[in-house]
């Protein structure tokens, strides 16, 4: 399934701010839902046949998708899973999209999307393995 990314909206059908209820309707495959972690204050659905982990705010609302194989997430029209992250990373430098690299792989905050490429490099072929697509805000600091 294609997952076109729109920037600070959402990933394919699902919109951010969405209810669990929602998101399970657009997408219309089994769920099973789980605790991430034991610090998080809500659960996140895994849709295991599309490769779709998605994340909502302890209120209920989705804050978060991460997307895998077998989906195809697409940034303007463009692949984003399975390619070389060096090419990736120029790709978006071209476009004008200032992506800020970290140790895990690299993130375009303004249009709400991070690509995970653990152990990369600028130049590296190493094929990206997941896109992380969030909210405005997602990473900010709550005081």
């Not at 209920?60 to 992250?85: M, W």
């Not at 978006?92 to 905050?109: A, M, S």
């Not at 600028?122 to 600091?141: H, K, N």
Request: net charge negative; charged share 20%; hydrophobic share 35%.
């Amino acid at each position: 399934m294609p997952f076109e990314i729109v920037e600070n909206v959402g990933v394919g059908p699902i919109r951010f701010g969405m209810t669990r209820a929602e998101v399970r309707g657009a997408l219309g495959v089994p769920v099973e839902e789980f605790s991430k972690s034991s610090s998080s204050t809500a659960t996140t659905d895994s849709f295991d046949t599309l490769g779709v982990h998605v994340y909502y705010r302890a209120s209920g609302q989705c804050q978060a998708v991460e997307i895998a194989s077998p989906a195809v997430p697409e940034y303007r029209g463009r692949p984003l899973l399975g390619v070389p992250f060096g090419e990736t990373l120029r790709w978006l430098q071209n476009i004008g999209c200032n992506p800020t690299l970290d140790d895990v792989g690299l993130n375009v905050t303004a249009a709400g999307f991070g690509l995970y490429c653990p152990g990369h490099s600028e130049d590296d072929t190493q094929l990206i393995e997941s896109v992380f697509v969030f909210e405005p805000g997602y990473y900010d600091v709550k005081s």
